[in-house]
């Protein structure tokens, strides 16, 4: 598989991730990641970091497309990691979701932790809520783009990291991500031809160990932007 190159320099490698590749190996993965693709064209990224994450400074869930950055030594990937423990990045994703989102732009801030029900899955909580140890404060922030019979296309930002965060918050304001098998309702609708969850991370802005702050930018995929044109002439 060729990867799309956003932006290379001594430092880092931006890539355009596509969707249904795993970024990092963890637990049963058997697949060929991100990582492992990227060391097989750039074998000196095995000396960054610690193995099985390398370079990589953020994670992006398997069926989630757009820019992720790897780093290509090991201080720049302390330096830019930093930034993100520091909420010092700006994160703009592009969601579909289900139902019609009332407000036009909102704030979704919650506890957010591992789902008793299902390991697999995170959970939202209240502020309030005590009933859990381990839970991390979660944010994040929407507003609407454009509004379908069925579905509400949305731009998210998310103030914190947290696995799951965009997927688990949507869900629980009852809006859960078009084509979201894991977070969708059961009886949750999906636009033809949807092969996978539409949320694509479509902007990052972030400083570089240069000094230079840098805007990275992903189209949406042309399969994402079939189903918005099908759902538009509906």
Do not use: W
């Amino acid at each position: 598989m060729n990867l799309k190159i956003i932006f290379e320099d001594l430092d880092i490698l931006v890539v355009d991730k596509p969707a249904g590749i795993v970024v990092f190996p963890e637990g049963q993965t058997t697949e060929k990641t991100l990582i492992d693709l990227l060391i097989e064209q750039n074998s000196d990224l095995k000396n960054v970091g610690e193995a099985p994450r390398y370079g990589i400074v953020h994670r992006l869930d398997k069926d989630t497309s757009g820019v992720i950055l790897v780093a290509k030594s090991s201080e720049a990937l302390i330096f830019l990691q930093k930034q993100f423990k520091n909420r010092e990045v700006d994160k703009i994703y592009i969601a579909l979701v289900t139902g019609a989102v009332k407000e036009e732009n909102g704030t979704t801030h919650t506890l957010i932790g591992r789902a008793k029900s299902d390991p697999r899955k995170q959970a939202a909580h209240s502020l309030e809520y005590t009933g859990k140890k381990d839970l991390r404060e979660a944010i994040t922030e929407y507003k609407v783009i454009q509004r379908f019979a069925d579905y509400t296309l949305l731009e998210v930002q998310i103030k914190t990291g947290r696995k799951h965060q965009i997927r688990c918050h949507l869900a629980y304001i009852h809006h859960p991500i078009a084509g979201d098998k894991m977070y969708g309702f059961k009886d949750s609708p999906a636009p033809k031809g949807l092969e996978r969850q539409f949320l694509h991370a479509s902007y990052l802005k972030i400083m570089l160990p240069s000094g230079e702050v840098k805007e990275f930018e992903s189209e949406l995929p042309s399969e994402l932007k079939k189903v918005l044109e099908d759902l538009s002439t509906k």
